[in-house]
């Protein structure tokens, strides 16, 4: 079975990769702080974006009927699906219908969630993604690393060679803004041709049955304007009570995404244009237990912002990957379990608890805490390593106890003195990692005891 430790293992490999990778995201966590700082009324914003939350969890299910109606009356199909089976087979089954081939997404990670790409692919259909990072790691066939950023992990040169192999662009040529307009250039035949389009949903406003698509290269746009279907897939917690509220939201999403004071488009989708068709496909896989989980309800507040992901240490320096889940990074450690507990185990684990999540959230999620209590349901389960669990009680013997305290501390001293390959083995995953002390004279205790009476 995979897990976090042995995948950041492997992109630990690369070291000038990770330390850029880090550098990278900490200036965009860095671009986000001075974003924050612009609004004097930010800290306000998000309580307020977290009560509307509050208010949305406690009555999902009346504001869900509520836009279902308005959708319906706007001339949109609504479909719902329980897991993710059930949304890909309906998606099929729309694009099956018109008889269409290949279709063009805009970023999603709902469908990455429910493993769309994989599954139309194996059914004849071509899946062209038009987000310029999600088409580079598309064309790279590997998901996404990031929720915002879906290549960060890729260096420029990098893609000038995919899109040397892939677009016949210049061999050696690595200028952004080369690759980007190549890009462009690549895309434009697939949204000239698609008859079918695929978005996600920021936001949907239960009064009014409309959609908010938030994008920064208007890919989104192009190809719903475009195509004669579009398809939005959104998971059941994206609903807001009324536009008013959108305001809050948006104001708080692209700062703390990327730092910029607004996504580039903002676009609302409330009915199809003429000779159009519309559908929403509304997606519950597993977020009904996640509402039900008291200690975890609160994680379907994220609007997927990835600030959580930038400011994370672990996540910063073991890449997104290691995280072997669509949505990676705290909020994914968190989400990722309430779907599958035995392959999600690892995940609360992948973390310091340093808190840092938590300050940055603009809903205001207690993630860190949340990450906490998960170590202690896996623990109660048993999806835990026997290891790790004999571990765990030893130290919480020694720890609660302190003469077992003490004489341990004398036992360590003792080994690294005179036994150091006890401590330095391949078979301790702390040496593993990190270099052992020096065995100091005696303990802190002893040291204090010492002093304490030499002072009097
Ligand atoms: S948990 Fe909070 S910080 Fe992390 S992605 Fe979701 S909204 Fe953003």
């Given at each position: 079975?995979?897990?976090h430790a042995d995948l950041s293992e492997k992109f630990n490999v690369d070291e000038p990769r990770v330390n850029w990778h ?364 026997k290891e790790k669990s004999v571990a765990m009680k030893t130290m919480s013997s020694v720890l609660s106890n302190p003469s ?53």
């Amino acid at each position: 079975m995979v897990n976090h430790a042995d995948l950041s293992e492997k992109f630990n490999v690369d070291e000038p990769r990770v330390n850029w990778h880090d550098e990278t995201l900490w200036w965009v966590r860095q671009k986000r702080d001075r974003a924050a700082k612009q609004i004097p009324e930010w800290e306000e914003l998000r309580s307020v974006a977290s009560s509307i939350k509050d208010n949305v969890l406690s009555n999902l299910s009346e504001y869900l009927a509520e836009f279902e109606k308005n959708a319906k009356q706007n001339g949109v199909h609504v479909h719902w699906a329980a897991d993710a089976d059930e949304h890909n087979q309906i998606v099929l089954e729309i694009i099956q219908s018109h008889g269409i081939k290949s279709i063009v997404k805009s970023k999603s990670m709902l469908t990455e969630e429910c493993h769309l790409n994989p599954f139309l692919i194996k059914n004849n259909i071509e899946v062209v993604d038009t987000d310029l990072g999600e088409r580079i790691v598309q064309l790279a066939e590997e998901p996404p690393s990031h929720i915002v950023l879906p290549c960060i992990h890729w260096k420029k040169e990098e893609i000038g060679d995919l899109f040397h192999k892939h677009l016949g662009t210049p061999a050696g040529n690595a200028d952004p803004i080369f690759l980007t307009r190549a890009a462009r250039a690549h895309l434009r035949k697939y949204f000239l041709s698609a008859k079918l389009a695929m978005t996600g949903v920021n936001f949907a406003i239960a009064s009014t049955g409309e959609f908010v698509v938030c994008t920064n290269e208007g890919n989104a746009d192009m190809g719903a304007h475009l195509a004669d279907v579009h398809i939005a897939c959104m998971g059941l917690e994206k609903i807001i009570p009324e536009r008013k509220h959108l305001g809050v939201f948006l104001r708080l999403l692209a700062r703390s995404a990327t730092g910029q004071p607004i996504t580039s488009y903002s676009s609302h989708f409330r009915k199809p244009a003429e000779g159009q068709e519309m559908h929403i496909v509304i997606v519950d896989n597993g977020r009904s237990r996640q509402l039900g989980r008291l200690d975890f309800r609160n994680s379907l507040k994220c609007i997927r912002c990835a600030a959580c992901f930038n400011t994370c240490p672990v996540y910063r320096r073991s890449g997104g990957h290691s995280y072997h889940t669509a949505i990676a990074g705290p909020i994914g450690s968190i989400l990722a379990p309430n779907l599958d507990m035995r392959n999600y185990a690892d995940l609360p684990f992948a973390s310091t608890l340093c808190g840092s999540c938590s300050n940055v959230c603009p809903v205001k999620i207690d993630i860190h805490q949340q990450l906490y209590k998960w170590r202690q349901v896996l623990v109660e389960e048993g999806y835990v390593t026997k290891e790790k669990s004999v571990a765990m009680k030893t130290m919480s013997s020694v720890l609660s106890n302190p003469s077992k305290y003490r004489l341990a501390g004398r036992l360590g001293r003792w080994i690294l003195r005179n036994a150091p390959f006890l401590a330095k083995n391949r078979w301790n995953l702390w040496f593993k990692h990190r270099e052992m002390p020096e065995a100091p004279k005696n303990s802190f205790r002893e040291w204090y005891l010492e002093n304490k009476v030499n002072k009097k």
